[in-house]
């Protein structure tokens, strides 16, 4: 099982590393992020934007094009477009998203006719290695899936359990993240703790262990859940914190980034290829992460088709 | 201003420490914590519960009664009654429940006969030591108000602007959290941190100064507002983080004590007096540093009277 970035970053490196489509490739960030990971053997690229854009950047700031493919695409929407058809074509494993609105890469993905839909949702997976735990612990859905309702709850669950078995977790747990433990119907996460608890029990959903409500300390603290005496043995172990709404999930990220420190790393999950969205803002170790943590996601999916 | 617990209670020293009323007292937790605050000249207490079941647990805990009043009351919603009774008639200036379920506590502190209502709204007031920054971290609500609406969210600012008030920040700065920094209208609280952002422009709410929307990391760290683009200059400056909802509170209250480790108090405020409502599982720390805030209020109050 993989429990930090850099045994993730080792384990991702392979002899044939999967290809990475950038969309809107012509950002100096994105082009640094994207040439560190090539050199690390993660991944190979198809560069597609602007070509004289990319080569203006690359010269400007001294990075080398050695082994990176550029396809030139001067549009961003169609540089997008590009991007997915080359994971349709399974010329690309990873799509990557550049200097280009995230409503416009996304819409190509998700286009009906051209995109690269799979999943009945398309689902943000991010990855933790918060000093203390032996896991890498997974938050959901922190960035796309607003207020999701419970049917929407069990796709971000399925998608996040597909991330946590390519990290090699056998049988992972997910916690439903709520205020409190106990069932309130007033509190519609805690129904939707209960409910998705039910279907798993009942073999509705397979790939992954439901426990909850569970408010945040007894997800993840052992001690702490036996402390107040909860009894359920998946307590205190979640490998897969799902969020009840954008607003906590995102509190938890920026706490856990922010203010805890953890190295981290983002996915999209739900299309037919993972995609990497991360934000200028980001560090580089968080872009290097994500590209890993997606290029591991491709390299599972190989082995299993 | 004070800026982490250990000046919070050298603070709240005094001459004539301000009088806690311990609401069904005969819990050995709470009655060591009431021993400790009484002997650091934090408080002084009166116990308020069965007075045999007091006496037999100081004495098999060898917690020492000196200088501690009992109130006889067996009956535990009696002995909130009675607590309740002592702030009335001024002869305690805090409450702090004992061993009673928090709805019989709450309901002899809102009863509107014989209650202690004075606020538009009662609310949960967190304080964090948070490692890194200069000044206490006020998050509101975590624990009562689950759901407010953009009224209930006033009357939460307003009462968290007392505690900060209490503490010494001379003008406190509000953030609205969110999960984005712009107003979307499929998200109600960016909606709420406008109008909020509106009301205080106005002069609608006084005390503070409010900010928002911002995610939890452009509320707390200017270096990465100023990196956005974020252009007001409240951002990156909370003192009261004003939590969109139950949920959301309680996972960055949670984050923060059990995974970055900060040292913290809670009370309830918009009573008539500062409120005290500590869980058998807190630390014992987090115990009298609540008793300390509390106190500190009280004392804030008496000056002001």
Redo the contacts between chains.
């Keep these: 099982m993989i429990n930090s970035f850099d045994s993730l970053i080792r384990d991702a490196v392979s002899q044939q590393p999967p290809t990475l489509a950038v969309a809107a490739a012509a950002d100096s960030y994105v082009l640094r992020a994207i040439r560190k990971a090539v050199d690390m053997r993660l991944a190979g690229a198809v560069l597609v934007g602007d070509r004289n854009e990319i080569l203006r950047l690359c010269e400007a700031e001294g990075i080398s094009l050695d082994g990176l493919w550029i396809e030139h695409a001067p549009d961003k929407e169609q540089a997008c477009k590009l991007a997915v058809a080359l994971v349709r074509e399974r010329r690309a494993q990873v799509v990557m998203k550049g200097l280009v609105d995230t409503s416009v890469f996304l819409r190509a993905i998700l286009d009906k006719e051209n995109g690269i839909r799979r999943a009945p949702l398309l689902s943000h997976v991010a990855a933790f290695e ?1 000093a203390g735990f032996d896991r890498l612990l997974l938050l959901s859905d ?1 960035a796309l899936n ?1 207020y999701p309702n419970v049917d929407q709850k069990q796709g971000i669950l399925e998608n996040a359990a597909e991330v946590a078995k390519a990290l090699g977790v056998e049988n992972p747990i997910a916690a439903c ?4 433990e106990k069932v309130n119907e ?2 519609q ?1 805690t129904l939707d703790a209960a409910e998705l608890v039910r279907r798993w029990r009942e073999g509705l959903i397979s790939n992954l262990r439901v426990t909850g409500p569970l ?3 007894n997800a ?2 052992e001690a ?1 859940a036996l ?2 005496g909860i009894t359920d043995p998946l307590a205190g172990r979640a490998d897969i914190l799902l ?10 990220y ?7 420190k953890a190295r981290n790393a983002g996915v999209l999950i739900g299309a037919g290829a993972p995609v990497v969205l991360t934000s200028r ?1 980001d560090h580089e170790d968080t872009k290097i992460n994500s590209i890993a943590l997606a290029i591991k996601i491709a390299l599972y999916e190989r082995s299993r088709a």
Tied chains: 1, 2.
């Design positions: 918060v922190a607003m993240v709520c205020a409190i007033k509190m996460p408010a945040l300390d993840l603290f702490l402390h107040k969020m009840p709404n954008i607003e906590a999930g995102n509190v938890l920026k706490s856990l980034a922010y203010i805890a803002s």
